[in-house]
Structure formats: C-alpha cells, structure tokens
C-alpha cells in the first residue's frame, strides 16, 4: 500500500484550448495505454463528474464491493489536494494522486505516468477519478475499458442538456442523492430521458451512494 503524487512537468498536460494536434497527441497515448492495460488484462473505468457529485463516494463503495473479488488500484486527479486519495487508501487499496496544477481534467499521459507506479502484474481493475469537471475530461481519453459519469440531482434539472458531450462519451449514467430528489424538485424520470436522447446506449443506474443503495446495480451496468 501507499500514496504516490504525480505532477505534470512543464509542456506535458494538454490544454482542451490548444491546437488538433496536441489532442491527437492524447489521443494516440490513450490506446497505447489501453493496448498496455489489455495485455496484462485489466479492466479500467474512468469516472467523470463534477465536483461534489459522488465520484469518491462512488469508489469507496465499489472498492469495498469489489477488493475480495479484484486485485484494484485507484488513481485519483484533482488540482492540488491529496483529499480524495486520502480517502481510498483507508479502504486498503493502492492509490495513486495525479495533481493537475491548475488543468481541468486527467490526460493520457499522466495516466501513462501513473501506471508506471503500479504494479500490473498483481492488479484486476483501476478506477481513475477524473478531476471534477463535466467539460473538459470528455476530450480526453484516458485509454480506460469504459467511462462513467456521475452527476447528482443537487446538480438541478436542466445539468444533462447542458452538458451534453460527457454524455456522447460514457457508457454508464450514474444519477446519484436520489434521497434528495423530491427536496430539490428534481424529476428523475426527466433526467434519464434527457440521457437516452442523448446517448441512448448509455446505461442508466440511480444510486444513493452515502447508503450504499444501487451500487450492486453499478457493477451489473459495469458488466464486472
């Protein structure tokens, strides 16, 4: 067990502002890094969303779902703070902690970075945490099996049509604080339809995560 911190060296984290070539620069990193995880036969899931929407909590409870079952590591992006690896590592999985400066999601060469801190002989499955963001992220691959995103119904009604490229971009939905739906006049109902419009092959998953409650209906969506 142990917490590595990995920053990006100067010119290394590519911007979503910057030129086409530096995107399929990042794009190019992204299948290397999925050929390199497919040959040590790992599942990789990149979790996206914005800040406060549940993605840590979402992989706390999966880890303890999961860590009897998968060898795991998690890789966790945020600007500058170690909080959110901090909280991973109590559940006894191997954490490493990408800090992006000031850059607004994770890049295929961070990652690239990140598992060279691992030991993938010995690992099943890696969450990596993207940084909280429900633009940004979707222009960069990471080179991960499937991509989720997670957004909360504290987030309003109108947050999916807002951001519908994240959307385009995942495999699995998750709408989370479902506890709090009928406090924040939120129609979930109205949130899934906003979802299939958009990527009708997105799965759907409603969860409470401070419960514990469709996490079990997660890694069904998963297919782990």
């Given at each position: 067990?142990?917490?590595f911190?990995?920053?990006?060296?100067?010119g290394e984290?590519y911007d979503?502002?910057?030129?086409?070539?530096?995107?399929?620069?990042?794009?190019k990193?992204a299948?290397?890094n999925?050929e390199?995880f497919?040959k040590?036969?790992?599942?990789?899931?990149d979790?996206m969303?914005?800040?406060?929407?549940?993605?840590?909590?979402?992989?706390?409870?999966?880890?303890?779902k999961l860590?009897?079952?998968?060898?795991?590591?998690?890789?966790?992006?945020?600007?500058t703070?170690?909080?959110?690896?901090n909280?991973?590592?109590?559940?006894?999985?191997n954490v490493?902690?990408?800090?992006?400066?000031?850059?607004?999601?994770?890049?295929?060469n961070?990652?690239r970075k990140?598992?060279?801190?691992?030991?993938?002989?010995?690992?099943?499955?890696?969450?990596?945490?993207?940084?909280?963001?429900?633009?940004?992220?979707?222009?960069f691959?990471?080179g991960?099996?499937?991509r989720?995103?997670?957004?909360?119904?504290?987030?309003?009604?109108?947050?999916?049509?807002?951001h519908?490229?994240?959307f385009?971009?995942?495999?699995?939905?998750?709408?989370?604080?479902?506890?709090?739906?009928?406090?924040?006049k939120?129609?979930?109902?109205?949130?899934?339809k906003?979802?299939?419009?958009?990527?009708?092959?997105?799965?759907v998953?409603?969860?409470?995560c401070?419960?514990?409650?469709g996490?079990?209906?997660?890694?069904?969506?998963?297919?782990?």
């Amino acid at each position: 067990m142990g917490e590595f911190i990995i920053g990006a060296d100067d010119g290394e984290t590519y911007d979503i502002e910057l030129e086409k070539d530096l995107l399929e620069a990042n794009k190019k990193i992204a299948l290397e890094n999925r050929e390199f995880f497919d040959k040590y036969k790992i599942k990789t899931i990149d979790i996206m969303g914005s800040i406060g929407s549940g993605k840590t909590s979402l992989i706390e409870n999966l880890v303890d779902k999961l860590k009897t079952k998968f060898k795991i590591a998690v890789i966790n992006g945020d600007l500058t703070t170690t909080i959110d690896s901090n909280r991973i590592e109590k559940h006894g999985v191997n954490v490493i902690q990408i800090n992006t400066g000031k850059e607004c999601h994770l890049d295929a060469n961070l990652v690239r970075k990140a598992i060279g801190q691992l030991d993938l002989t010995n690992l099943d499955l890696i969450f990596i945490e993207n940084v909280g963001n429900l633009i940004c992220p979707a222009e960069f691959p990471l080179g991960s099996s499937k991509r989720i995103v997670v957004i909360s119904v504290t987030e309003g009604p109108y947050m999916v049509v807002k951001h519908p490229f994240i959307f385009i971009e995942s495999d699995v939905a998750i709408i989370n604080k479902i506890d709090l739906v009928d406090s924040m006049k939120v129609k979930i109902d109205d949130l899934i339809k906003d979802i299939e419009k958009i990527n009708p092959r997105t799965k759907v998953v409603k969860v409470n995560c401070r419960e514990g409650k469709g996490i079990e209906e997660v890694i069904r969506a998963l297919e782990l």
